[in-house]
C-alpha cells in the first residue's frame, strides 16, 4: 500500500515536471527540468571530486568511516545531470554504508553513444583494479550498470559482486508494453519525451546494439541483480523484462514494483518512505551479497 506521501509527491512531479518534460525538444531544455534542485544533499557524509580511469567524478564518503566499495551510475536520460546533481541518492547510500565513486561521464549530444560506455567501462577497468566493488544506477545509468557488466564480461574485467538498478532503461527499440499502458499514469514521463531523447542519445547507431539496449544481450554471468521500478513507470517493462531475462541466464534476480511512485523517487529518501524502503533494501541486497570484508581501499 502506497504511503499518503507517495501520492503527493506523484501529484507534484506531474504537475511541475511532466508538462515541461513532453514540450522540452533539445538538450538545453531537458537539462533546466533535470539539474533543477529539488531536495537537499544528504548529512553525515563528505563529498570531494576525484578521477579515476581517467574520467573525472566525485567521492562520496561516509564520515563514519570507510564503507563498502561502489560505483555509482547517475541517470539523466544520457543528455543530463552529474554526480553534483544525484548527491540525494549517492549521499543516502553513502550513508548506509558504501564509498562511492560517482563518474561524471560524457553526455550526448555533444558526446553520443558509445561515449558514455567507454567513459564507464574505463573507470570501471581502474576501479575494479583496487578491489572488489558493487554497481548501482538509476534511468540512464541503470542501463550502463547492465551495459557495463556485458563490457565487464567481453574484456575479461572483474565483474561488480551485486547491481541494485533503479528503474533502468533497457529497450530502445520496444514502443509496446508499459509505454502504452503507463502513457497516462506515469507522473514523469510521457512517451514523447523519451521519443525526443532518443535521437540524441543514439545518433546513427541500431538502438538493438546490446550495448544500448541490454535487454537484446546475453546476461549469463551476471551478478546478482536487482530491480526497483514504479508499477506506474512508462519505463516498468524494462526492469520487469530485464528480470526475466536475467532469471532465465541462471542469475539471481530480485524484482519489486512500487505502487504510486514517480521515476526516480529514490531522491526524495528526505520526505518519502518509498524512497527510504527502496535504499534501505538495495543496500542490504549489495551487502548481503558482498564479500566477508570490504577489500581494497579507495583510488583518490
Not at 565487464?152 to 499502458?181: C, I, K, Q, Y
Not at 497516462?184 to 514523447?192: G, S, T
Not at 542519445?201 to 546478482?224: H, N
Request: aromatic residues 10%; hydrophobic residues 45%; glycine residues 8%.
Amino acid at each position: 500500500m502506497a504511503s499518503l506521501r507517495a501520492y503527493l509527491g506523484a501529484y507534484m512531479v506531474r504537475s511541475r515536471v511532466r508538462g515541461p518534460l513532453s514540450r522540452a525538444r533539445d538538450a538545453a531544455a531537458f537539462r533546466r527540468i533535470f539539474e533543477a534542485p529539488a531536495f537537499p544533499d544528504p548529512k553525515g557524509v563528505t563529498y570531494e571530486p576525484g578521477l579515476v580511469g581517467g574520467v573525472k567524478g566525485e567521492w562520496i564518503r561516509p564520515k563514519a568511516g570507510p564503507g563498502r566499495r561502489m560505483l555509482y551510475i547517475h541517470g539523466g536520460g544520457f543528455i543530463a545531470c552529474s554526480p553534483r546533481t544525484h548527491r540525494p541518492v549517492t549521499g543516502a547510500l553513502a550513508s548506509r554504508g558504501f564509498t562511492i565513486f560517482a563518474p561524471d561521464y560524457r553526455l550526448a549530444p555533444e558526446h553520443p553513444f558509445p561515449a558514455a560506455v567507454d567513459d564507464v567501462a574505463a573507470v570501471w577497468a581502474a576501479f575494479s583494479a583496487d578491489g572488489a566493488a558493487c554497481v548501482a544506477g538509476e534511468s540512464a545509468g541503470g542501463n550502463l550498470a547492465l551495459v557495463l557488466m556485458a563490457e565487464a564480461r567481453t574484456r575479461r574485467l572483474p565483474m561488480p559482486w551485486a547491481a541494485a538498478l533503479f528503474s533502468p532503461a533497457t529497450d530502445f527499440v520496444s514502443e509496446g508494453g508499459s509505454r502504452v499502458t503507463n502513457a497516462w499514469r506515469d507522473a514523469m514521463f510521457d512517451p514523447q519525451a523519451l521519443a525526443a531523447i532518443r535521437p540524441m542519445y543514439l545518433g546513427d547507431a541500431d538502438p538493438a546494439d546490446p550495448r544500448i539496449s541490454p535487454i537484446y544481450g546475453d546476461p549469463t554471468g551476471f551478478p546478482p541483480l536487482l530491480f526497483h521500478v514504479g508499477a506506474r513507470e512508462v519505463l516498468r517493462d524494462d526492469s520487469v523484462r530485464m528480470a526475466e531475462r536475467a532469471r532465465a541466464a541462471g542469475v539471481e534476480t530480485e524484482l519489486k514494483l512500487f505502487p504510486v511512485v514517480s521515476h526516480a523517487w529514490q531522491f526524495a529518501a528526505s520526505m518519502l518512505p518509498e524512497a527510504r524502503t527502496s535504499l534501505d533494501e538495495a543496500a542490504a541486497f549489495l551487502n548481503a551479497h558482498a564479500p566477508h570484508a570490504p577489500s581494497g581501499s579507495p583510488l583518490r
